[in-house]
């Protein structure tokens, strides 16, 4: 056989040793088992260890599986027995055992050596000391306690002797680094030593033994149970790792799971989180809920992927019965600590006799429950169990429990508290935001809203007004703040650009009615005079389908993109205003000839702005998106899409992001048809001759009565009431015909009652009845006064 090193030390003479495979069948066989009993390697190998038994000697199994030490009687080769104390331990998993006996004549073997007698001597605690070739040259009895073995039984054995632990092997490592280094070491183990009901944390100090010369000739090992300073390091520990790693989001079920991860294995083999669902109580948890309650698993930890959490995943819900401890720490407000569950009918929930002790699962000897409670509610419980680490649940532990528990109910109340509000303001903002945008004469359009992935709900709209003569209102905004407040002034700034642009006001005039509003929405949400933060961010655009112009004025907010046909995108160059909110500065319109089938790109700033990314970069980005729109085939849609896979990260924006899309249509000149009037009331009939002869070539017949009320009582009330120049213009689309009449005058018509004996005033309600609506507006030149029509279906 090989010959004996410290790393190969099978072969070493001071010990017999053999190995017993798990058919009972000899596999091993040392020198010093060959001196023992005469037997070499090749007589003995692959026969049964029975054999070797003296006659009328029986071997009982050990109490613990896995050692077995006392006094046996073997037959040695020529017949004789041989009395020895032997000691056999379990080796790896394949069932196999080593057996060792030491030799009584083994070198180093002498309990009264003044090296040995020295060392032990001097030790105030379990001491061992080892020779050069790692062999126990002497044990304490205190020492030998520990191991649970005779000291007079220990000397020439091996570390690896006592137990197949990988502690032990490590240990060896350690004796020889101290051998050859000469320097003392230290070493750190958590374990539950022979004879002990629980685990405890030792510390190994080795120190070189020398002799006269200097010579390093051993090591002497000292033990101690430091189990006090352990584990106050370990809950110390536990509670940093605590206040650090949970409660990072406002998540939910993230925050579950970050407890459940920081206890494993920290504290326990098992964790799992389970929540009441509040939607049982009226919206809000109860302060103690009464069994049989209903909890659902929103996170789990184990030590195994095959831990006994198999039976019940997140997302599912159980009822617990009043004998749980889940229930009992429910229903008393603090931490249930109790053994292993029942094995009768009586188990906790219909799953646990799965989860817990069932057939091929690993057995749970110590289970505890502590209530999740927060401002005087109680959210749930998290349900602590242990199979792995022998060690119950202790009062240090439940303390350490409750504490980070109650950490993180916290953070887990928190994180409910803004899930709920979160989506309170979502259903808030998206019944505010358009369902659908309008169908339109002026621009086809697309749109894409996303709330934030993690932040609060804010406050971005967009939005698309059909105005007065074929003419689209294209607006998009973003509010300052998160939450419920910023959903409900989006909504108000919404109403209030839909109020002002049904008056027709150009770009710049309505930005700045909408600063008066959001100035007067400061002071209003503001204390003890001192005003509020409520700010936002608005562009403006008034695209008109004839002239194929549009007018531009922006508060604070980006320049929209623009795709021409055929071109590359580019920013559109607009003056910059201040936000809304800040007032002083006044606001300035551009104008843009677009030719049809130009894209417009209007956005808030969550799209071209993130982490680790500046605004410039997702200009770029932006464009390179748009300019993918012809490959899309001409689609919005799937333009819209592209831009945000483009823009957005994977798991979502960080802030809310609005993004509106709008192709530009130009209508027709032979749709259009303009009249000058002169200032003559005796020319209206000739007028209304000439439209109802445009209605016929436009093949709108059917609405030449009406249209020619209309003209006759706009075109008179202008000569009567305005002043020079007059122009009618008639408008048409597949749906709609629009009648417009425009003069200098400043007055703008208004309906009125009229009485019985008034000879006029009933024109304009004339209008109102026969038309869909109508309305005016100013324009530079004076006013318009216009009414629009239904074209009936072909």
């Not at 109403?495 to 209003?524: F, G, K, W």
């Not at 609405?703 to 048409?732: C, D, M, Q």
């Amino acid at each position: 056989m090989a010959t004996m090193s410290p790393d190969n030390p099978f072969d070493d003479p001071a010990a017999a040793r053999a190995v017993i495979d798990a058919s009972g069948t000899v596999a091993g066989w040392n020198e010093g088992a060959r001196h023992l009993l005469g037997y070499s390697p090749a007589e003995i190998v692959g026969r049964p260890a029975a054999g070797l038994l003296a006659a009328g000697t029986a071997v009982s199994a050990p109490p613990d599986g896995e050692r077995w030490s006392g006094p046996l009687t073997l037959r040695h080769r020529d017949g004789r027995a041989v009395p020895v104390w032997l000691l056999a331990h379990r080796m790896g998993g394949d069932g196999a055992w080593l057996a060792v006996c030491p030799l009584p004549d083994a070198p180093g073997g002498r309990p009264d050596d003044p090296l040995t007698g020295a060392a032990l001597s001097q030790s105030p605690c379990a001491t061992v000391v080892f020779d050069e070739r790692l062999r126990i040259h002497g044990v304490n009895e205190a020492m030998a306690a520990l191991i649970g073995l005779p000291a007079d039984r220990l000397r020439g054995l091996r570390a690896i002797d006592i137990g197949d632990r990988p502690q032990n092997a490590e240990f060896e490592r350690y004796l020889r680094e101290v051998l050859a280094s000469g320097r003392a070491r230290e070493m750190q183990t958590y374990l539950k030593a022979t004879g002990e009901h629980r685990a405890h944390a030792w510390l190994a100090r080795m120190a070189p033994v020398t002799d006269a010369q200097n010579r390093v000739r051993g090591v002497c090992v000292t033990v101690h149970d430091f189990s006090s300073q352990y584990l106050a390091r370990e809950r110390l520990q536990l509670l940093n790792e605590a206040s650090v790693s949970i409660g990072t989001t406002l998540d939910v079920t993230r925050t579950a799971q970050e407890l459940a991860t920081v206890c494993v294995p920290a504290l326990a083999d098992f964790v799992g989180v389970d929540l009441l669902d509040p939607g049982q109580y009226g919206g809000e948890p109860p302060s103690r809920p009464a069994p049989p309650v209903v909890l659902r698993r929103t996170a789990y930890r184990s030590v195994g992927p095959d831990g006994p959490e198999a039976a019940t995943g997140t997302g599912t819900a159980e009822e617990y019965a009043a004998s749980s401890p889940q229930a009992a720490a429910l229903l008393a407000g603090r931490a249930v600590v109790v053994p292993a569950p029942p094995a009768g009918p009586e188990r906790w929930p219909s799953r646990d006799e799965r989860r817990h002790g069932g057939p091929g699962e690993r057995d749970v000897h110590s289970t505890m429950a502590v209530p999740l409670q927060a401002r005087g509610i109680t959210l749930g419980v998290a349900v602590f169990t242990r199979f792995r680490r022998p060690d119950p649940f202790t009062e240090d532990d439940v303390l350490l429990a409750e504490e980070v528990t109650a950490r993180a109910a916290v953070c887990i109340d928190n994180a409910r508290r803004f899930s709920r509000e979160r989506e309170t303001a979502l259903a808030l903002q998206r019944s505010l935001l358009p369902r659908s945008l309008p169908r339109t004469a002026a621009v086809e359009a697309a749109s894409r809203y996303l709330p934030a992935a993690r932040a609060g709900l804010g406050g971005d709209w967009f939005d698309v007004i059909p105005l007065s003569g074929m003419r689209v209102a294209m607006v998009v905004g973003d509010v300052v703040g998160y939450g419920v407040q910023a959903s409900a002034t989006m909504g108000r700034l919404r109403t209030a650009v839909r109020t002002l642009a049904d008056i027709d006001l150009p770009p710049d005039e309505l930005l700045t009615h909408l600063d008066d509003l959001v100035t007067r929405l400061s002071a209003e949400s503001g204390e003890e005079g001192r005003p509020g933060e409520v700010g936002a961010s608005c562009l403006y655009a008034v695209y008109d389908p004839v002239s194929r112009r549009c007018a531009l004025a922006r508060a604070g907010h980006p320049s929209p993109v623009m795709l021409p046909p055929g071109g590359p995108p580019r920013p559109v160059p607009l003056p910059s205003g201040p936000p809304l909110g800040t007032g002083g500065l006044p606001f300035e319109s551009a104008e843009l000839d677009l030719p049809e089938g130009t894209v417009l790109s209007f956005y808030t700033d969550g799209l071209i702005e993130s982490h680790g990314r500046d605004a410039e970069t997702g200009h770029r980005l932006l464009c390179e998106a748009l300019a993918g729109y012809e490959h899309a085939a001409g689609s919005l849609e799937e333009t819209c899409d592209r831009v945000l896979r483009t823009l957005l990260p994977p798991g979502g924006a960080p802030d809310d992001v609005a993004l509106l899309l709008a192709r530009t249509r130009g209508l027709p000149a032979d749709q259009v048809a303009t009249w000058d009037i002169p200032a003559d009331p005796a020319l209206v009939a000739p007028i209304r001759k000439q439209v109802v002869d445009q209605l016929d070539a436009w093949r709108l017949t059917e609405a030449a009565f009406t249209t020619e009320l209309v003209v006759s009582e706009l075109v008179t009330n202008a000569i009567r009431y305005g002043a020079p120049p007059i122009r009618l213009r008639l408008i048409h689309d597949a749906a709609t015909l629009i009648c417009e009449v425009s003069d200098a005058g400043p007055t703008a018509p208004h309906l009125r009652r009229a009485r019985t004996w008034d000879e006029g005033g009933r024109g304009l309600l004339l209008v109102a009845q026969l038309t869909h609506r109508w309305g005016s507006r100013h324009t530079a030149e004076g006013k318009t006064i216009w009414a629009e029509l239904g074209l009936p279906e072909e």
